[in-house]
């Protein structure tokens, strides 16, 4: 089965988009309980140290959701042309 690299690449990076959209909100408006949230996940015990580093701005949300987006379009589309390459490799 041959995947669509450049519909993979659009799908991944929509699903980028949308969940670095929800996050960047979330941490927007709800700054201690993220931070503590990931602290958690993370297992992060100086994660008090980050919070002076942390700037949540409408650039710094549109800018992340920009570069983070187009990143992951292309990672998407390569591990697509990957598969491709060797599932062709493989089947013959």
């Known amino acids: 089965m041959k995947i669509n690299a450049p519909s993979f690449g659009l799908a991944g990076a929509a699903s980028v988009c949308i969940i ?9 408006y709800w700054p201690e309980q993220t931070l503590k949230f990931i602290g958690t996940i993370h297992m992060l015990p100086k994660l008090d140290y980050l919070k002076s580093f942390i700037k949540v701005t409408p650039q710094a949300i549109a800018m992340g959701i920009i570069t983070h987006t187009a990143l992951a379009f292309f990672i998407f589309f390569f591990i697509a042309l990957i598969y491709n390459l060797i599932q062709r490799i493989f089947t013959k």
């Not at 670095?20 to 927007?28: C, E, M, Q, R, W």
């Open 20 to 28: 670095y959209a929800i996050f960047a909100f979330i941490l927007k």
